[in-house]
């Protein structure tokens, strides 16, 4: 039996398929994920999702200031009564709760709630993060135009981050076993590489556009209300899974002119 299994029999933790609880059973997985991580000397570091601690565990004596935010009663209770005061143990809704200021940002991620998570993890300031998600959902992180993983999570990572696939994960280094792989993701914030007059607008054009990513964007937009019918605004008879991140910004700051 692995750690794993036998910290599953021990704590009575049953794994919720609601919460998407598959725990990471292979060692080697875990300490390369700290390693991407880059993690240094004084650094804040964010653990969403401690689980049963195999990333914890590789983090609580390192020379840094661990916080973790877990959801689920008897993981908590785990987590505290296995490392005590050497971390700092928030229990709690991830999406729901404060997030702590931080530097390094570290999490295997539930499907269910990687897309707020990492829309939440974009609103701060941190130098790095590596992310445990579904692969599916890494593809879509690393998208290029005309892709059809192209997205909103796509073009709100680009602005914000470098983001790059460190290595892809098989189901079998899970327990339970997923249906499908998994990838580990790491985000690096930098300047956007293009200027947008209103990065809020920006950030709703991109969500109307790829809510409706099979309509012409002139459509979208104007069924919203967000553009009027002799405004001169680029690009709304394309579909927005054709149009670059710049492009998109583009149309919004035409909007913001004609607006104004």
Not at 240 to 260: G, M
């Amino acid at each position: 039996m692995t750690d794993t299994g036998r910290l599953i029999a021990e704590t009575g933790i049953v794994p919720k398929k609601s919460k998407g609880q598959n725990f990471l059973i292979d060692g080697r997985v875990a300490d390369r994920h700290i390693s991407y991580a880059g993690i240094r000397e004084g650094d804040r570091v964010l653990e969403v999702g401690p689980g049963l601690g195999i990333l914890t565990e590789r983090m609580v004596d390192l020379p840094c200031d661990l916080t973790c935010i877990e959801l689920d009663d008897i993981l908590a209770e785990y987590i505290t009564e296995t490392f005590g005061d050497r971390l700092t143990l928030i229990h709690g809704d991830a999406v729901k709760v404060r997030f702590p200021e931080f530097d390094v940002f570290v999490s295997n991620l539930p499907y269910s709630v990687s897309t707020p998570i990492i829309f939440k993890l974009l609103d701060h300031d941190f130098r790095t993060a590596v992310v445990m998600v579904q692969k599916e959902f890494a593809d879509r992180m690393v998208a290029d135009v005309g892709s059809p993983d192209y997205s909103r999570l796509t073009v709100n990572l680009f602005y914000r981050a470098d983001c790059e696939i460190m290595e892809t994960v098989p189901a079998s280094r899970f327990n339970p076993r997923p249906k499908v792989d998994s990838a580990l993701v790491r985000i690096t914030p930098r300047k956007a590489p293009f200027d947008v007059i209103d990065e809020k607008l920006f950030f709703k054009v991109t969500e109307i556009t790829f809510n409706h990513r099979r309509k012409k964007i002139g459509t979208s937009l104007k069924s919203a209300g967000l553009v009027k019918p002799d405004w001169d605004i680029p690009y709304l008879d394309e579909r927005v899974e054709n149009l670059r991140p710049a492009e998109i910004a583009e149309i919004a700051d035409a909007i913001h002119k004609a607006r104004s």
